[in-house]
């Protein structure tokens, strides 16, 4: 089959690559659809080349029909519509019996120290082949498939794969007060999803971006916004100089505004790996700018939750400032499974109130994953969010 491989930095190909089959019992085979390139994506083409092969298929937001299942399935059959959760589980060890699927303790990768198995996603997190291809192979499938209609398009339900159940727990998290203003740093596609939830759910959401294009389509949403220059001060000039009560960190380690981790981050880059690998995990390279803005910005009191990726160790933290501000911080990978029940009736909703049908803004064929990487990465052409239909 074809599949997106990785190659090295900023390269990727479409190559021949041998078609996925039932390996174990539980799994199950499905023919792709669509399936989106995510900012994650971004991470491994820009910096994770350390922890990947080349010829390693990305990929981790898909649906599509099952083609065929391995004999120990009893929920799914050949024909099925799926989409399918970025996060590979088991359904019923101690973390997923209390909804922390993202580090389920059956897929958890233990001698990496990280947590549970990803599709697509390095040597960090279990090296499973993506789904940005023909065909994917499903491990666990009764409980990493989520059956759906047939009748709606797919753009309804493929983000409930990642960007949607990620910005519905970075909402969650941001444990917003009755009557509370959100802000969410970043609108590309987990910031838009994340500010949309905030209205949905009834709280004043400020949005802030540097680019426009990012900007108007939050506003077309009933989402006030900002751009990122002096974005603190304009937080708090419209909080009554207080600073919002939650802020939603949507940017992660590649944020705009620091030239100098940005250098460090090039220069890892073209280390040998050995080298390189430690210092990705402990050399604290982070691109650190959105993050300081939220513990610069949020209220006294306030909770910042976290759910743009970040890598290393980050040094300095204002250990002082959020002591002194009583800051509560959450984040971590998306636990996809223990959204779907929430969100399965939000984009089934014919009011489309989360807007997923004005998101996509590139769709293309698989052959042109590799040009839409570079477009995606530079915010090209308008871009915001590309789906490949294999
Ligand atoms: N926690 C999870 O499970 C999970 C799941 C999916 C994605 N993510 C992460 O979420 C983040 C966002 O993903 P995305 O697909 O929306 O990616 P994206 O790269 O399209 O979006 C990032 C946005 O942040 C903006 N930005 C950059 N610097 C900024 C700054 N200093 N202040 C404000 N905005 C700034 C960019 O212009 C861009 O619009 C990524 O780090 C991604 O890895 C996490
Ligand atoms: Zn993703
Ligand atoms: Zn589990």
Redo the contacts with the bound molecule.
Sequence with gaps: MRALTWQGKRSVSVEDVPDPRIEQATDAVIRITSTAI???D??LYELFGPFLAKGDVLGHESMGIVEEVGSAVTRLAPGDRVVIPFVIACGDCFMCARGLTSQCETTQNVEQGTGATLYGYTSLYGSVPGGQAERLRVPLADFNATKVGHELPDDRYLFLS??LP?AWQGVQYAAVPEGGTLAV???????QFAARIGRHLGHRVIG????PE?RAMAERHGIEVLD?ED?TSALRDRTDGRGPDAVVD????????APAAAAAQAVVGVLPDALARPMMQQGGLDRL??LM?AFDAVRRGGTVSI???YAGTADPVPMMTLFDKQVAIRM???NVQSWRDALLPLVEDPADPLGVEDLVTHRVPLDRAPEMYETFQK?DDGCIKVVLEP
Aim: hydrophobic residues 40%; charged residues 10%.
């Design positions: 995510c900012g994650s971004l991470h990642d960007i990620t740093l970043g609108l590309g596609p987990v910031g802030v971006d540097p680019v990012r990122m974005a949507a940017v992660g380690m590649e944020a705009h505004g700018t959105a803005t759910s743009g990726v971590g990978q998306c915010k």
